[in-house]
């Protein structure tokens, strides 16, 4: 049975076990309801838990230690031959296995030994798979069962339940605080391998970009050459040029939406403002590289202007065009958000309706607004399609809006793309570019919370 199933037929179960639940509740106090320690409710709830809860607890041990004892056995059933192999080796050979096992392409013809493992391969998993459903399906009867025959006017299922509610909500927090430590620590460790490769000051103030591997000793790749610095400038480059059209544009869209526009226009204008957010970054891509890059050169050629086929100038405006839903929408909900009451003192006290805004609505829906920002920021940093379209992938270091640049995100999918060998300095680099810029967002995210706090406490 397929897990996906089988956690569907769990869920029967447990509802089928909460009602059976509720029905001894009332069963152990016909008429008497209000002796019971807790309503039927909770005793269902209380039964369902727990014809749910061990079985799933079963279901994922065994998915998760599943494919470590049919690796073990597969790999083990292979000739002695294959124990002399590197472990490298013996990874390709078990991807090839489990490739061949689940029909997917393999590299080459394989070999009788490895069809024969293929084979013990999907036989493991069959009968771990009938194995796991039985299993589940037994556990899950019982343990409702001992339950239902614990159901009584003194259980305090209430608690038990609110306690297990308590229990996965702490479970929930912890995953998602356990993710972000992992990719944290995952970011680390790659990156202090390229450190112990490329000098850090060299990385980070390094002027040239230059990570692939040379044909020749004497090039300057041979060794490759990971200064940084260009494309911390064409990110930021990109990204400024990208705020300064998308945080005035919709600012003001917002200001007027909320505070001036009739309700029918703020009805269609809305949604039809939103529907930005919702185009897919690579038709805005082909809308820069075909549309936006060509006008721009062609009319800095007409002021005699040298400007590059692929330019950052193209690239931000059609990428400040992309996120101004995240600015609009997120002002106009915190603009709509500010008491109405302090607009009419402002009234009461002489003040003009522009005068209201900027002076009363503004600060008071700043701190909202300063997040929208940063929201629009962390998007413009972390797009790539847009850049790889419309700026292109060449590592200039320079300020000029009409010259080619490139971004760190944009390298990042460069390094990493094709097969690549995770001990090389190339590979590495990604890793090191992405702890770098996951510094400087963390950094930017503390300092715009320090301000709006500030702000804050002087406002209220």
């Known amino acids: 049975m397929p897990f996906s199933f089988l956690l569907l037929v769990l869920a029967g ?153 308590t229990v996965f909500l702490v479970a929930s927090s912890l995953v998602a605080i356990f993710t972000t430590v992992g990719i944290v620590l995952s970011l680390l460790f790659e990156s202090l ?76 204008a809305k949604p039809l403002l939103e529907v930005l957010a919702g185009i897919p970054t690579v038709v805005y891509g082909f809308f820069a590289a075909l549309t936006v890059a060509p006008f721009i050169r062609r009319a800095g050629e007409a002021m005699g202007l040298s400007v590059a086929s692929e330019s950052a100038l193209a690239a931000g405006l059609v990428m400040g065009v992309m996120i101004i839903p995240f600015v609009s929408s997120i002002s106009d909900d915190v603009i709509n958000a500010v008491p109405q009451a302090m607009r009419d003192g402002a009234y009461a006290l002489g003040a003009t309706k522009s005068e209201t805004i900027r002076n009363v609505v503004v600060p008071a829906a700043l701190p909202g607004i300063v997040g929208g920002v940063l929201l629009a920021v962390s998007r413009a940093i972390g797009e790539t399609m847009i850049v790889v379209m419309a700026a292109g992938l060449s590592a200039n270091l320079s300020f000029n809006p009409l010259d080619a640049v490139t971004t760190v995100t944009v390298q990042i999918v460069t390094l990493l793309t094709g097969d690549q060998e995770f001990d090389s300095a190339k590979t590495l680099a990604a890793f090191a570019l992405g702890l770098v810029l996951f510094c400087v967002t963390l950094g930017l995210n503390v300092f715009a919370l320090h301000v709006v706090r500030k702000y804050r406490e002087q406002y209220e």
């Open 13 to 165: 179960l447990s509802v089928i076990a909460y009602r059976f639940g509720v029905s001894r509740a009332r069963a152990v106090a016909p008429g008497r309801q209000a002796v019971l320690h807790s309503r039927p409710m909770y005793h269902g709830l209380y039964v369902a838990i727990w014809c749910g809860i061990p079985a799933l607890l079963v279901a994922v041990a065994w998915v998760a230690m599943q494919p470590i004892l049919v690796k073990g056995l597969v790999m083990g059933g292979l000739p002695d031959a294959y124990d002399a192999l590197p472990k490298a080796r013996l990874d390709l050979i078990w991807n090839d296995i489990r490739n061949l096992a689940l029909g997917d392409v393999v590299r080459a013809d394989p070999a009788p030994e490895i069809q024969a493992a293929a084979e013990t391969f999907r036989r493991l998993y069959t009968i771990g798979n009938a194995a796991l459903t039985v299993l589940c399906l037994i556990a899950a009867p019982l343990a409702a069962r001992y339950a239902v025959r614990h159901v009584s006017i003194d259980l305090r299922a209430r608690n038990r339940v609110e306690a297990a509610i």
């Open 193 to 268: 391998r390229f450190f112990a490769k490329v000098p850090v000051l060299d990385f980070l103030f390094g002027l040239h970009w230059s990570p692939q591997t040379a044909l020749r000793a004497d090039q300057v790749g041979s060794s490759g050459s990971f200064g940084a610095v260009p494309l911390f400038s064409g990110t930021l480059l990109i990204s400024l040029i990208s705020m300064l059209v998308a945080v005035p544009v919709g600012l003001m869209s917002a200001i007027y939406m909320s505070e001036y526009a009739h309700r029918k226009f703020r009805a269609v």
